[in-house]
């Protein structure tokens, strides 16, 4: 069979994978499924609005060694298919690229293993003047001037995942620092809803702290545990070999709710 490789122009796929429809919250939720998949316990988000903004999330997890960090830099860095630990949140080896590219033209990531620093940037404008996949590699010196580096050292281990030129948050907005804020209050709601069960350390997860410029996340409570009075029992269902556990909860009904209850369940007001 004759063949011919063709491999996908660098610029187009990343700037046709920045449309794949991210919010800036469903974006920061995948670098945390990642961080949850490599054993983290405490992840610190920082943003910093003013001059050139910028979004880091660090993570306290296994880190990366500089092979690790290439692979997981390259789009599509996993097999879909290739069955993966129970802990591991991710699926299609995108995550780290196409949601940290859907909110900034510049990504970089700095990890630490086995006390061995490693710096990868995939930045936008340099992939489009190269027309290459010219993934550029963070010296020491430079590691040291991003955000919540000496923060990572001080882990001992983890990863640091730092959004710059965040075009897509600042696109058409005269008040920019206003509007970051207020984006980054619906992240910490989302957040604190998506992942309540690992904020709250729910029994047979491990707990994870989850900070918002020094500010802790609470965990919501979506299924009001501390109110419910009708306790029912766990039901394992078998798909496909997999067993499911299913645990239903009764809600209280809404007249015996508070206002900030109701909120707490998603809805405006009662
Ligand atoms: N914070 C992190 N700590 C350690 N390893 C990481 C971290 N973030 C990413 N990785 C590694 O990089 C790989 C690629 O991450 P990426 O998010 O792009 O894809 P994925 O998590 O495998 O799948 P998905 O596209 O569903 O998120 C991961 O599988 C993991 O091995
Ligand atoms: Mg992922």
Known sequence: MKTINLPPYAPILMESTRAIGYSLESAISDIIDNSISAQATLITIKFFPIGQPYISILDNGNGMSSKELNIAMQYGSKNPNEKRDTNDLG????????????????????????????????????VIKTGKWSLILIDKDEM?????????IKCGK??????????????????????FGLKM?????????????????????????????????????????????????????LVHGQIITVKPYILPHISKLTEAEVKELGAKSL
């Open 185 to 237: 209050d619906i992240v910490r709601e989302h957040i604190a809803l998506v992942f309540h069960r690992f904020l709250s350390g729910e029994q047979g997860l491990k707990k994870i702290d989850i900070t918002i410029n020094n500010n802790a996340i609470k965990a919501a409570d979506p299924f009001l545990i501390k109110k419910s009075t009708q306790l029912m029992d766990e039901e394992r269902i």
């Open 91 to 126: 699926r299609f080896g995108l995550g780290l690229k196409t949601a940290s590219l859907s909110q900034c033209r510049t990504l970089t990531v700095i990890s630490l293993k086995d006390g061995k620093l490693s710096g990868r940037r995939w930045n936008l404008d340099y």
């Open 158 to 179: 983890g990863t640091l995942v730092i959004w710059q030129n965040l075009d897509r948050l600042s696109a058409g907005d005269s008040n920019f620092v206003t509007t």
């Open 144 to 152: 040291g001037e991003m955000p919540l580096f000496n923060e990572l």
